[in-house]
C-alpha cells in the first residue's frame, strides 16, 4: 500500500501558474508508476499527466499538453505538477495518483492509490 499527500493548491488568477507536490510513502519501489487526475464539479475524473519512476518517461493529457509540467525527486518520493498559464477550466480538485501499471493507460477506475486532493481554483 502506498500513502500519497498532495500539497500545493490554492487559487490564481487566469494565466498564474502553481506548483503542486506529491509525497509517496509505504511501498516506493521503482516500478510504482505516479501521476495526477483532477475532478470539477460535476464531472468524471480525469488524467492530467502520469510520469514513470523508473526511466521518468511522462505522458500528459491534451488540454494539459505544453501548459503542465510533471517531475519527479526518486530519492525523496515526491512527483511535482508545474501548472503554467491556468485557465478558469482548470478549477477542479487535484489528486495524485499511484499505480503498477503504465501512466498512459490510466483511468481512474484503474488506479489503486489516491491522495486525498488539493483545491485549485483559477479566477478569470
Known amino acids: 500500500q502506498v500513502q500519497l499527500a498532495e500539497s500545493g493548491g490554492g487559487l490564481v488568477q487566469a494565466g498564474g501558474s502553481l506548483r503542486l507536490s506529491c509525497e509517496a510513502s509505504g511501498r516506493t519501489d521503482s516500478t510504482f508508476n505516479m501521476g495526477w487526475f483532477r475532478q470539477a464539479p460535476g464531472q468524471e475524473r480525469e488524467f492530467v499527466a502520469g510520469i514513470k519512476l523508473s526511466g521518468g518517461y511522462a505522458y500528459y493529457a491534451a488540454p494539459t499538453r505544453g501548459r503542465f509540467s510533471i517531475s519527479k525527486d526518486n530519492i525523496k518520493k515526491i512527483v511535482y505538477l508545474q501548472m503554467n498559464n491556468l485557465k478558469p477550466e482548470d478549477t477542479a480538485v487535484y489528486y495524485c495518483?499511484?499505480?503498477?501499471?503504465?501512466?498512459?493507460?490510466?483511468?481512474?477506475?484503474?488506479?489503486?492509490?489516491w491522495g486525498q486532493g488539493t483545491q485549485v481554483t483559477v479566477s478569470s
Open positions: 495518483a499511484a499505480d503498477d501499471s503504465e501512466p498512459q493507460w490510466w483511468v481512474a477506475s484503474s488506479v489503486k492509490n
